[in-house]
């Protein structure tokens, strides 16, 4: 089935929506055990998941690619059973977004300054190099 009409529908197996995310089953029985989802069971006790489900679960992965925890993306989108305002999550989530940035700014910082000590480093072994290979 193409995306395209996987996007037209109103409701997903466990497998459409694990082939369409390109994650496993497994990852998204993981998030409904955090709570960060609640598929809907047929008759047959079988999930089914509705386009609420699918956009929460892209929301997650997003998070998940830009580095936040479960934890964190649980408070930025809300637990599936609670209900949260959109501004709220605006809130919570502009305040996650900076603790990142601060942190990622941090990293880089800290970066900048061991690729300048190894950089120092490598010059004095050059200039030591050299060195020994005029004194023989």
Avoid at 3 to 27: F, G, V, W
Avoid at 85 to 98: A, L
Wanted: proline content about 2%; aromatic content about 8%.
């Amino acid at each position: 089935m193409a995306n395209r009409e996987l996007n037209q529908k109103n409701s997903y197996t466990i497998s459409e929506l694990a082939d369409e995310l390109e994650i496993s089953p497994s990852s998204i029985r993981f998030y409904e055990d955090k709570g960060l989802i609640r598929p809907q069971r047929t008759p047959g006790n079988q999930r089914l998941y509705m386009k609420k489900h699918r956009a929460r679960l892209k929301m997650i992965l997003r998070g998940k690619r830009f580095g936040f925890t479960l934890d964190e993306i649980g408070e930025m989108i809300g637990m599936e059973d609670m209900q949260m305002n959109e501004v709220e999550q605006i809130n919570r989530s502009q305040m996650f977004f900076d603790k990142k940035i601060e942190e990622i700014r941090y990293r880089r910082a800290e970066l900048d300054y061991m690729e300048k000590d190894l950089l120092s480093f490598k010059q004095k072994l050059e200039r030591r190099r050299k060195e020994l290979n005029h004194k023989k």
